[in-house]
């Protein structure tokens, strides 16, 4: 069984992670794309790889960074 830990900041690695905003408002059960810069917009599980693809090349403005949190699985023991 695994859980979701939340990490705010930068993530380790350039990669799809799962997301949700710092604030609670705007896209829960959401993929973006960490190109090492910048997030892109919010894909989710229910769309097609090409439009994964579309939303990876849209970019959130660089200030908007700090408002995404970052999940990493975790298992349980």
Same mark, same amino acid.
């Given at each position: 069984?695994?859980?979701?830990?939340?990490?705010?900041?930068?993530?380790? &690695?350039?990669?799809?992670?799962?997301?949700?905003?710092?604030?609670?408002?705007?896209?829960? $059960? +959401?993929?973006?794309? !960490?190109?090492?810069?910048?997030?892109?917009?919010?894909?989710?599980?229910?769309?097609? &790889?090409?439009?994964?693809?579309?939303?990876?090349?849209?970019?959130?403005?660089?200030?908007? $960074? +700090?408002?995404?949190? !970052?999940?990493?699985?975790?298992?349980?023991?």
């Amino acid at each position: 069984m695994k859980w979701m830990k939340w990490n705010k900041g930068n993530p380790p &690695a350039i990669d799809w992670y799962p997301t949700m905003k710092i604030r609670g408002r705007g896209w829960d $059960n +959401s993929y973006r794309w !960490w190109d090492g810069e910048r997030w892109s917009w919010p894909a989710f599980p229910h769309e097609s &790889a090409q439009k994964a693809g579309r939303w990876a090349a849209q970019k959130e403005p660089a200030g908007h $960074n +700090s408002e995404i949190m !970052w999940g990493k699985p975790q298992a349980i023991n």
